[in-house]
């Protein structure tokens, strides 16, 4: 089959020649062609119905309800393959760029690895040539270093960028594509046919999915794609990510919509949380407090999500996940007393979850695998917990949405300053997740980080001390004088050199526009991608001198 239009696709960066050769086929291009063909009108539309949903929202025409229609009929998901049945443990973050760090993710003794080409990546276009490379190698038991036969590894759950992402370095049509749009089709159609034959997939996470008319769109999607590669009926699964305050009123229809390719859903307490200040920035009602004092699951706002959600799941036979355990163990001699500390943090929160009827989650620090399996089967032998249905009378839309009651701390101000602010930074330099306190940091905790911020701001949050009296209100002086400490420091310690000082300098001025927006940036991955800083870095490649297919 050959394409009616040009296919545009940026030239290989320097040293990855033989993998951008190896992905961008006559055959891969036709199929990426046809498959942008045919589904990015429809996106655009689901684009434009995002952004009536928030001229709804700032009108004050929104109400919080239970929208589903799908709740008073009789139906389950699809039965599940055997080893989608048992979802205890996976590796979250996973950026395949990582070459090193994803061969040995490969080696762990977990149910899956969420091959991350969003929250924990930099879609910079070398990244995201060696990611996609990375994973096509693994696939085909290729890639150097790791396991020989990927059957005996834990199942690749494939997560490509959320629907706010483009791909600057291909155009389709005349039009940048999709990021999501052509990270799925490129895995597809060089990973699925072999996955399935291999029964280890193809098996997805949907990042921050708003409600059923975009899992509809990607119920669409997998069906086309099943028809096109000749792959087994209703073999693509998907679990869906409920990052989004607007997707949990409509859980049992999104769940309903992607039925025949549904694995579950999955919560996951920062951009759920982040996306509440998105949609309702304007309101001071909705001020999230200092988040490391008065934010976590056991919040009513949050833990009725999260048994919302698992009882959703579970009367429909899908499996309910929850969130990542961020904490990284320390390295080094002397710090076995840290470790264990921050073992039993993760556990103690996890102990929460499971207890409530959670049928796994998710850990970045593979040094705690051994660990976190030892809880689960403490705590729970059979594959999951589906049997498990927490109570939901009492869980009302407005439930949701009362959020916590507490003020800002100074170390919380600081602390969401150094997220936001080195999370721009690792950007700039090509990488999508730091180390900060003993936690990975990704974008979804610098999204949290600079919409608190924000909010802070924009409402003249109230600081309070030590002992809760108030000392003080936040404001855009203050900020820019505790960003400057920040950098004053990074300067005397690790950041040292000319070229690193020039890079956190602009990662201070971006993060300055980004919290003194007048309107709220909705997503910094995409404010950062578009950045004229960020291309200048990147995008070593002239688009006069791309490849035309």
């Known amino acids: 089959m050959s394409t ?44 434009k119905k995002r952004l009536e949903r928030n001229l709804q929202i700032k009108s004050g025409k929104w109400r919080p309800e239970f929208n589903n229609f799908s709740e008073t009929t009789d139906w389950t998901i699809e039965e599940l393959p055997e080893r989608l049945k048992n979802r205890k443990l996976d590796l979250g973050d996973v950026s395949p760029a990582n070459t090193t760090y994803f061969v040995d993710c490969l080696y762990t003794n977990v149910q899956g690895i969420q091959v991350d080409f969003d929250d924990g990546h930099c879609p910079t276009f070398r990244n995201t040539i060696l990611g996609l490379y990375n994973v096509c190698l693994a696939v085909n038991s290729k890639l150097p270093g790791a396991p020989s036969n990927i059957q005996k590894c834990p199942l690749l759950m494939l997560r490509p960028r959320a629907f706010n992402m483009i791909e600057q370095n291909c155009m389709i049509n005349g039009k940048q594509v999709s990021g999501t749009l052509f990270d799925f089709a490129i895995l597809m159609f060089h990973c699925a046919r072999l996955m399935c034959d291999l029964k280890i997939g193809p098996y997805f996470y949907l990042s921050k999915i708003e409600g059923p008319n975009e ?60 996306s509440i200040v998105a949609k309702f920035s304007d309101r001071k009602e909705f001020l999230l407090p200092d988040r490391n004092k008065y934010v976590n699951m056991r919040q009513p706002f949050l833990e009725n999500y999260m048994k919302l959600l698992i009882n959703t799941c579970h009367k429909r036979n899908a499996i309910a996940t929850g969130g990542m355990a961020a904490k990284v163990l320390p390295a080094g001699k002397d710090t076995k007393g840290i470790k264990e500390t921050i073992v039993n943090e993760i556990k103690q929160q996890k102990i929460f979850e499971i207890e409530a009827g959670i049928d796994g989650f998710m850990i970045y620090d593979i040094r705690i695998v051994d660990d976190i399996n030892q809880l689960w089967n403490e705590k729970c032998l059979k594959p999951n917990q589906i049997e498990i249905l927490p109570s939901i009378c009492h869980i009302t839309p407005e439930s949701l949405l009362k959020l916590p009651d507490g003020a800002v701390t100074n170390i919380g101000l600081k602390y969401n300053i150094k997220v936001a602010l080195f999370f721009i930074y690792h950007w700039l330099s090509g990488t999508g997740v730091f180390f900060m306190r003993n936690s990975v940091e990704d974008s979804a905790t610098a999204e949290i980080s600079r919409s608190q ?22 404001t855009r002086r203050l900020v820019y004088r505790l960003i400057d400490d920040v950098i004053g420091k990074s300067y005397k310690t690790w950041c040292t050199s000319i070229a690193d000082r020039k890079r956190l300098l602009s990662s201070k001025f971006i993060l300055l526009e980004i919290i003194s927006s007048r309107n709220f940036v909705e997503f910094i991955t995409s404010y950062l991608y578009e950045n004229h800083k960020f291309k200048t870095i990147h995008n070593k490649n002239d688009g006069l001198f791309s490849k035309l297919f």
């Open 215 to 274: 899992t509809q769109f990607w119920n669409k999607i997998f069906i086309w794609t099943e028809k096109r590669l000749s792959l087994p009926k209703n073999s693509i699964k998907a679990c869906v990510l409920i990052e989004n305050i607007l997707a949990a009123f409509c859980m049992d229809d999104i769940l309903y919509s992607i039925r025949e390719h549904a694995i579950g859903l999955n919560c996951g307490i920062w951009d759920y949380s982040a």
């Open 4 to 47: 009616d239009h040009r296919v545009n696709i940026e030239t290989a960066p320097h040293r990855l020649e033989a993998a951008h050769a190896y992905l961008f086929t006559k055959e891969s291009l036709n199929f990426l062609h046809d498959f942008i063909t045919e589904f990015d009108d429809e996106l655009e539309k689901l684009h």
């Open 453 to 474: 911020i924000w909010q802070w701001i924009r409402h003249s949050a109230s600081i309070e001390d030590e002992n809760g009296k108030i000392i003080g209100i936040v």
